[in-house]
């Protein structure tokens, strides 16, 4: 496995090699499929994508011995059709398979066979309309997509049926949303609903505070036949309030900070939770295009499993891949977490990332949870140290041609105490290597 591991970056550099001999001509037509759209009527576009990845890791559940590596396959079919100047509608079938993996599921969010992952009309247009409206099955993305995402880098992604209008006015924007997260099914179309009902509202506002926006938002959650913590069935009805802001300051500095805090109930248990994310970046002028990121994450744990008060917070439907550790390994639950980053451009068209991540329990009586949201290592009772552990990982992604795009990727996690306590404290490693390729539109 230490060699699978090795092999999207090696992948990464024989290429690199190949191309800093023969470089792609900058002026050359795309290849044929990829000007389909030149012969289709104007109202009609096309657009299909296939990726592949190749994932490999080793200390699987911090355990020694256990190691996977597989492949990912996802082929996406667009068709977008605009009859008039503000009404349009959009599909997206997707197909997702793994093969060759032998630890754990192969079920979503790694399978995911041919079904409907997008189907909407749209009234106006939802980048200059003053009030634009989408209907059907859709993404909801919202800011940096830390509770509200589509989860793209998953086999399967996400995406809701539901309704979403936008209001803007100079300065202003206003999201409202009525949905249901569509769920994977095996055997049977992909849908909605059973109980499952997200709404919300979501504010975008520059004209508040100079080179800055604001974003306030609020996302109710409801939900049935949960567990309680007594072990009694209840539904939930949990409200997500809260605020993102961004903005830029002098000297090549640019800042994000999102706070939110949960209050509801789950049957007989009451919520009461809370997260925060603070950031601060730098970037340096020079060819190199060096900038340094330092990152504060908080999100609260349960500190009684029994009492009837859920501490724990919940991420909601994020994009978390990457978000607290490129192995995924961590998720915005119970955790307190430090991340220092550095991306710089050594070569022009090759990006490097780098990471520092270290992590402890926001309470010691909770879990450790996973990026899919899934409680991954706990002591009973109580750990004895918080601390759980440190990642390093680094990113390379390139662009060959504007069809074309590969990208591969390594992290090593060191257990901390709590993981040598909860688990046999094995170290984690995982890697990748993945291609996009666009075909039926020229990128």
């Known amino acids: 496995m230490r060699t699978a591991l090795l092999c ?96 754990g599921s ?37 800011g940096e997509q830390r509770l509200v995402g589509h989860s793209n880098w998953t086999n399967t992604a996400r995406s809701f049926d539901g309704a979403r209008a936008s209001f803007k006015k100079k300065g202003y924007q206003a999201d409202v949303f009525a949905a249901s997260v569509v769920r994977i099914q095996a055997d049977e179309f992909d849908k909605s609903g059973n109980g499952n009902r997200f709404l919300g509202a979501y504010g975008v506002v520059s004209a508040w505070v100079p080179k800055s926006t604001v974003e306030p938002f609020v996302f109710w ?3 049935q036949e949960l567990r309680t913590e ?32 949960q209050r509801g109930s789950l049957g007989t248990d009451a919520v009461s939770a809370w997260a925060g994310h603070w950031q601060l970046r730098h970037t340096a002028s020079g060819s190199f295009a060096l900038r340094t990121t330092a ?45 220092a980053g550095v991306e710089f451009t050594p070569r022009r068209g090759w990006p490097v990332t780098t990471n520092y991540h270290s992590w402890w329990l926001a309470d010691v009586h909770d879990a450790l949870y996973n990026a899919a949201s899934a409680a991954i290592a706990r002591v009973p009772g109580g750990a004895a140290e918080s601390h759980v552990g440190q990642e390093i990982d680094v990113q390379l992604t390139r662009a060959l041609w504007p069809q074309l795009q590969v990208s591969g990727g390594y992290a ?28 039926l539109a020229e990128r």
């Open 106 to 142: 192969t079920a979503a969010p790694f399978t995911g066979t041919f079904d409907l992952r997008l189907a909407h009309m749209d009234l106006g247009n939802a980048a200059t309309s003053a009030v634009f409206a989408r209907f059907g099955r859709q993404e909801l993305v919202y």
């Open 295 to 339: 990152e504060y994450n908080h999100a609260s744990g349960d500190a009684n499993p029994t009492d009837g008060t859920r501490g724990t917070f919940d991420q909601l439907y994020p994009t978390a891949h990457d978000k607290y550790g490129l192995a995924d390994q961590v998720g915005w639950k119970n955790v307190s977490h430090m991340r």
């Open 221 to 223: 959650r409801a939900d």
């Open 230 to 261: 007594t072990g009694s069935i209840g539904d939930l009805g949990a409200t997500t309030t809260g605020v993102r802001w961004v903005g830029t300051l002098p000297k090549g500095l640019d800042y994000g900070l999102d706070m939110a805090i």
């Open 8 to 103: 999207p970056l090696l992948l990464i550099f024989s290429v690199h090699s190949s191309l800093a001999q023969t470089p792609p001509p900058s002026n050359a037509p795309p290849p044929f499929p990829n000007r389909a759209n030149e012969v289709m009527p104007s109202w009609l576009r096309l657009r299909a994508e296939f990726r592949e990845r190749i994932e490999g890791s080793s200390g699987i559940q911090f355990a020694t011995d256990r190691e996977d590596g597989y492949f990912l396959s996802r082929l996406r079919l667009n068709a977008t059709i605009r009859p008039g100047r503000f009404i349009s509608g959009a599909v997206q079938a997707q197909d997702g398979r793994v093969a060759a993996k032998t630890v």
């Open 412 to 439: 090593h996690i060191f257990p901390g105490g709590f993981l040598k306590e909860a688990t046999p404290g094995q170290s984690y490693s995982y890697g990748y290597f993945m291609a996009t390729y666009v075909f």
